[in-house]
């Protein structure tokens, strides 16, 4: 069946930008919607954007001057980048995919980035 | 952009309770809306989407209800499985904004 794993920094530094990315395996990446979601420790979930395979994005304005989400299907993977990082952005990230045209419905495992230096 | 706001925050429920958790959305989303369940150091699990569709593999005591603004996710006979945090979050267009959350809790 289909999987999801983020993979990349557990640690970075402040001002720097944080990457990560979703490795799709056991499916195609070129037939649904895929998202980034992120959870800060012992809060709520908080939407970061998503991406079409043909490469259309949509953010979260709230985030929208610092992210970037990009595809490459040739390795089946998406990724998301996160300039000029502070604390406020440590969270567990979670790759996703959309289902129902919106609606999570596979989610990865999700990895914890720490900003601090 | 629309927000949504969950009630209650928390909730401390007995076994075999009926539980109702509260989603609204302050502009009308029609039905484009999805209940997670999160248990404690898990991943969210899609319960229901466009509101009132149960995910395959949900138990059917789970059920949800509504459109536009009120939204409502029930629990029919609360289990001891369903302590968790559970989340709204519309999908009718962009920013997907999530609910804040309700800890529900076995009394």
């Known amino acids: 069946q289909v999987q999801l794993q983020e993979s990349g920094p557990g640690l970075v530094k402040p001002s720097e930008t944080l990457s990560l990315t979703c490795t799709v395996s056991?499916?195609?990446?070129?037939?649904?919607?895929w998202s980034w979601i992120r959870q800060p420790p012992g809060k709520g979930l908080e939407w970061i954007g998503y991406?079409?395979?043909?490469?259309?994005?949509n953010y979260n304005p709230s985030l929208k001057s610092q992210v970037t989400i990009s595809v490459d299907t040739s390795k089946n993977q998406f990724s998301l980048k996160l300039s000029s990082v502070t604390a406020a952005d440590t969270a567990v990230y979670y790759c996703?995919?959309?289902w129902g045209g919106g609606a999570n419905d596979l989610w990865g495992q999700g990895t914890l980035v720490t900003v601090s230096s | 952009d629309i927000q949504m706001t969950q009630s209650p925050s928390s909730l401390s429920a007995s076994v075999g309770d009926r539980v109702t958790i509260t989603c609204r959305a302050s502009?009308?989303?029609?039905?484009?809306l999805a209940w997670y369940q999160q248990k404690p150091g898990k991943v969210p699990q899609l319960l229901i989407y466009?509101?009132?569709t149960l995910q395959s593999g949900v138990p059917s005591r789970f059920s949800g209800s509504g459109s536009q603004t009120d939204f409502t996710l029930t629990i029919s006979s609360l289990q001891p499985e369903d302590v968790a945090t559970y989340y709204c979050?519309?999908?009718?267009?962009?920013?997907?904004?999530f609910g804040q959350g309700t800890k529900l809790e076995i009394k």
């Open positions: 979050q519309k999908y009718n267009s962009a920013p997907y904004t």
């Open positions: 502009q009308g989303i029609s039905n484009f």
């Open positions: 466009g509101a009132s």
């Open positions: 056991g499916g195609s990446i070129s037939s649904y919607e």
């Open positions: 991406l079409h395979y043909s490469g259309n994005t």
């Open positions: 996703a995919r959309e």
